[in-house]
């Protein structure tokens, strides 16, 4: 009967552990790009932000989602208010420490400006994009695609754009 009770445990922890993304530190997933090449996802939020906390219940649990960036990407949930050290290119980043804002130098030195924002970096620790706002996960995942797959080294202009969206959205209606 323990026994039974155990697998059922171990089964349901699995599969529970399974269907949620892996987030980690910045400083984590630098350390395994190190062993294993792979890009970043980073999600910066604040722990006040209503609509970072409404993607983290929808978006973020996803299965779609969930299961393209634990596959494609080091998964990283960064607090852009946060005390987490973050050492990056030979630099170190803190909280900060000025009266004027509350922003982490991370955030700063990425050139974010509000929540919740999504940073995309490459398999050797180079940003390769930021933006900030909301997304819904039709939204989302075009760019974990367009980022994971290289896409965005054959895009050179507004016209290859629009072509590599009309292609996705073909195959996303099939």
């Keep these: 009967m323990n026994r039974a009770l155990l697998f059922l445990s171990i089964l349901f922890f699995g599969i529970w552990n399974a269907q949620q993304i ?22 910066v939020y604040a722990s006040w932000c209503g609509v970072c906390k409404q993607m983290d219940k929808t978006v973020f649990t996803h299965p779609e ?11 990283v949930k960064f607090n852009g208010e946060g005390k987490e050290n973050i050492h990056y290119k030979g ?7 000025q009266k004027n804002t509350k922003f982490h130098e991370f955030f700063l030195y990425l ?3 509000g929540f919740p924002s999504t940073v995309f970096f ?3 620790g180079n940003v390769l994009t930021a933006f ?4 819904e996960t039709k939204e989302l995942m075009p760019y974990l695609q367009f980022f994971s797959t ?4 054959k895009i ?6 629009e072509k590599y969206q009309k292609k996705l959205q073909l195959k996303t209606l099939k």
Excluded at 132 to 135: N, P, R
Excluded at 150 to 153: G, L
């Design 132 to 135: 900030t706002g909301a997304m």
């Design 150 to 153: 290289d896409e965005y080294k």
């Design 156 to 161: 050179k202009t507004a016209e290859d754009w």
């Design 122 to 124: 490459d398999a050797q």
């Design 91 to 97: 630099r170190d980043f803190h909280a900060s420490n």
């Design 65 to 75: 989602v969930v299961q393209y960036i634990n596959t494609h990407y080091y998964p």
């Design 111 to 113: 050139g974010l400006n």
């Design 22 to 43: 892996q987030w980690m530190t910045m400083n984590d997933a630098l350390k395994a790009q190190k062993n294993q090449p792979k890009k970043i996802f980073m999600n």
